[in-house]
């Protein structure tokens, strides 16, 4: 089992900031992916990005150039570094840890409101 807790989140205004922060405990698999998703009302979940233990990062178009994701393997953590935020960018954003074989655990999920 993995845990993970979420910090961050809140709201700002449209080209604000905002850093998101998980830290995983429990049985950390050596090689491992982290990453970030959102889930906007009526939307599917998306991924927003991600990256896997070895630094290898990626992510979702409408996010980059504008997100970067880092994370510190010896902590079991990782963050998004959120800029020029967007109205659009508006969601609950879940942090996810995955053995990269089909086993995935995910936060309970973190508000990001973004006004115009």
């Known amino acids: 089992q993995v845990q993970l807790a979420e910090s961050g989140g809140g709201s700002v205004q449209a080209g604000g900031s905002l850093r998101l922060s998980c830290a995983a405990s429990?049985?950390?698999?050596?090689?491992?992916?982290m990453g970030w998703y959102r889930q906007a009302p009526g939307k599917q979940r998306e991924l927003v990005a991600r990256?896997?233990?070895?630094?290898?990062?990626n992510y979702a178009d409408s996010v980059k150039g504008r997100f970067t994701i880092s994370r510190d393997n010896a902590k079991n953590t990782v963050r998004v570094q959120m800029n020029s935020l967007k109205p659009e960018d508006t969601a609950v954003y879940y942090c996810?840890?995955?053995?990269?074989?089909?086993?995935?655990?995910w936060g309970q999920g973190t508000q990001v409101t973004v006004s115009s």
């Open positions: 429990g049985s950390i698999f050596r090689f491992n992916v």
């Open positions: 990256i896997t233990s070895g630094g290898v990062t």
């Open positions: 996810m840890w995955s053995n990269g074989l089909g086993t995935e655990y």
